[in-house]
């Protein structure tokens, strides 16, 4: 019995996947810029964002807190408040030593240095409560500066010259760069403080780029 048999029918061949972004003959597109690490867009507050939309400065590309209220406080009253125990202690023994004795010179000498502690960590306290949290917002065509009621906002064009901020000359040599005073045609805008990690900041260092490359002298 010769029944014709139904003829196969050829299998679909699988559709060639697309290539991923960035593979070869397929540029990848280039990321937008994001916030530093450890900081999002929520970091920054609902009216510096105004301020910078505003002044038309664009995505946020970096957020650095340059000081913060509370971290100062727990470093410095915190040396304040150690250094008045180990003021009570060390008097509180001292009490019992007679006062001929060089026992007694020596806890004196270590009464004072407490007392000298004590006191230096109250006054950068209240002086870190007084000068307020601070902090830099830098955005693609500029930068926001903010601490307690001052709102700064310039765009790279309007600043005219970047000036270092030196330490205290050593030897007849200006000291290390302390940070930069950026300065527009009405003047001192604001500073931007260096504050280096592993040899460099490149939060600042962007900020430099940014202003040479829109004709800012630094110098």
């Not at 664009?58 to 180990?86: C, H, I, K, P, T």
């Not at 006062?99 to 004590?118: D, N, T």
């Amino acid at each position: 019995m010769n029944a014709s048999q139904p003829e196969p029918r050829p299998e679909p061949r699988p559709e060639p996947a697309a290539p991923s972004p960035g593979a070869s003959g397929t540029p990848a597109e280039p990321a937008a810029p994001s916030p530093a690490a450890g900081e999002t867009p929520a970091d920054v507050p609902e009216f510096v964002d105004r301020l910078a939309a505003e002044r038309g400065l664009g995505e946020l590309a970096e957020v650095r807190a340059d000081q913060s209220v509370r971290r100062a406080l727990l470093q410095y009253w915190g040396m304040a408040v150690l250094g008045g125990l180990l003021l009570w202690v060390v008097g509180t023994v001292q009490d019992g030593v007679s006062v001929f004795s060089g026992l007694y010179s020596l806890l004196h000498a270590v009464v004072w240095f407490c007392f000298l502690v004590c006191l230096w960590g109250f006054v950068y306290g209240l002086r870190a409560l007084i000068l307020g949290s601070s902090a830099h917002y830098r955005y693609a065509q500029g930068l926001v500066f903010h601490r307690r009621s001052q709102l700064k906002a310039v765009t790279w064009q309007e600043v005219t010259r970047a000036k270092p901020v030196y330490g205290r000359k050593q030897q007849g040599a200006e000291g290390k760069v302390l940070g930069y005073e950026l300065h527009t045609g009405e003047g001192l805008a604001f500073a931007v403080p260096l504050r280096l990690r592993n040899g460099k900041d490149t939060f600042v260092d962007a900020v430099l780029a940014q202003l040479q490359a829109h004709g800012c002298v630094v110098n």
